[in-house]
């Protein structure tokens, strides 16, 4: 398919997600208190930064944005045994 045929078929869905997340976006900003603080929230700011960005790879951009750093000890942090 070509860019406008997928365009054609995304549109609606795209456009679901983004007012999804507005809405999200709005329900936090009404409720009490005040979020600015938490990682969290800059993570979702630097995701929808990324999302606008008009750089390839967007989807594994942000990805690793929400992910953790590898780390070799990970099994023995969670008490894992490495046998089965």
């Known amino acids: 398919m070509n860019a406008q045929e997928i365009l054609d078929q995304e549109f609606l869905t795209i456009r679901s997600k983004l007012l999804d997340i507005a809405a999200a976006l709005d329900r ?3 409720g009490d208190g005040d979020p600015a603080d938490d990682a969290r929230m800059e993570l ?3 995701a929808i930064d990324i999302v606008g960005s008009t750089q390839l ?9 929400f992910s953790r750093q590898y780390d070799q000890a990970w099994k023995s942090k969670f008490q894992l045994n490495s046998g089965a």
Do not use: K, M, N
């Open 44 to 46: 979702v700011s630097e």
């Open 57 to 65: 790879h967007r989807a594994e951009r942000i990805q690793l944005l």
């Open 28 to 30: 936090i900003q009404r």
